[in-house]
């Protein structure tokens, strides 16, 4: 196939954004789920800050002037998060994906790992992903709804601000083990972070409430964690985020204020990887 693959430029959003649309809902609609980009606006708004942002490496794979599909990897910090990787739907399964998918690998070598989340319905993504080295790691739903409970005495829920940062991400190093300061930094102008506070000590974040799709979080307790997201449901309209389901205790708690199971999905991790301890909550990216 004479086909390139060279970087994301300004003038491939229109195409990009098309073409995220268009393979996110017929893989979704094919299995009776909904589509992550309800609307065309919804994915070319994605595609464009992607491709414009200088911490995003981006990609697409062209032949004879045509974009046939797009991959992202963001770099702000020491593990890297691919995607969304798409393809259009008349190009898949010819091997666009897999060599949009290698490129970022080619990038991301030498970097602490990657990750990523895919649609466990998705066939062809966990065979391309698992075939390039990638390894399964945790089972994911994405959850959505208001929970019905109030916020415990004792914690404050409110908007992360610049002076948490430090707190913020000593909280996640402790959970996660890594540090994810780039993309805190970066959520509190894109998007609405908010914290959970007991004794004045930050116990849990979350960087985008009602967007589960960029939403990640972690906490020191289950607890905590659940406290959090009562308090995000007073200020948001829906919440949503994408639930470790080993985390059974807090799985229940969702389901116990009337929270909605959307879609499931699973996370992958090429390179080091250690699990979590305590509470979390992953972005789509990890
Ligand atoms: C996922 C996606 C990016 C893959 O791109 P693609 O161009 O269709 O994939 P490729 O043809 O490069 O590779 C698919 C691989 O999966 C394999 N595969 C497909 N279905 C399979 C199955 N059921 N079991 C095992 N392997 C399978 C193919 O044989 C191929 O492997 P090969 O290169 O060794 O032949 C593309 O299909 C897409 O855009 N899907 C919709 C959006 C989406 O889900 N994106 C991923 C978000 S995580």
């Known amino acids: 196939m004479n086909m390139q693959i060279r970087p994301a430029r300004p ?3 229109g195409a990009c954004g098309s073409i995220i649309h268009a393979a996110f809902a017929r893989i979704a609609d094919d299995h009776g789920f909904p589509p992550d980009f309800p609307t065309l606006e919804a994915a070319l ?3 464009e800050s992607f491709i414009t942002n200088s911490k995003i490496f981006g990609i697409v794979a062209e032949m004879d002037g045509k974009v046939l599909g797009s991959n992202f990897l963001m770099e702000g910090d020491a593990i890297r998060g691919v995607g969304p990787i798409t393809v259009a739907p008349e190009a898949q399964g010819a091997g666009v994906g897999r ?5 970022v690998l080619d990038r991301a070598q030498g970097s602490a790992g990657v990750r990523l989340l895919q649609d466990s319905f998705n066939m062809r993504s966990i065979a391309l992903y698992a075939s390039l080295g990638f390894e399964v790691r945790e089972p994911v739903l994405v959850i959505s709804g208001r929970p019905g409970a109030t916020v415990p005495a004792g914690i404050t829920v409110r908007a992360m601000r610049a002076e ?5 991400d000593a909280l996640c190093q402790r959970v996660h083990g890594i540090s994810r300061r780039q993309e805190l930094v970066d959520s509190m102008t894109t998007l609405t972070p908010m914290v959970g506070e007991r004794d004045g000590r930050i116990k849990a974040y979350m960087t985008a409430p009602d967007f ?4 990640h979080g972690v906490a ?3 607890e905590d964690m659940a406290a959090l997201i009562t308090g995000a449901g007073s200020v948001v309209e829906v919440v949503s985020f994408l639930l470790p ?4 205790d807090l799985f229940r708690w969702c389901l116990a204020q009337g929270m909605t199971a959307v879609k499931p999905m699973t996370l992958m991790s090429a390179g080091s990887y250690n699990e ?6 992953p972005s789509v990216f990890y």
């Open 164 to 168: 948490d940062l430090d707190a913020c």
């Open 276 to 281: 979590p301890v305590g509470t979390y909550l």
């Open 220 to 222: 020191e307790s289950a």
């Open 45 to 47: 708004g994605l595609a």
């Open 245 to 248: 389901t080993r985390q059974a």
């Open 99 to 103: 060599a949009l998918m290698q490129a």
């Open 11 to 13: 003038s491939d959003t």
């Open 212 to 215: 589960w799709i960029a939403n």
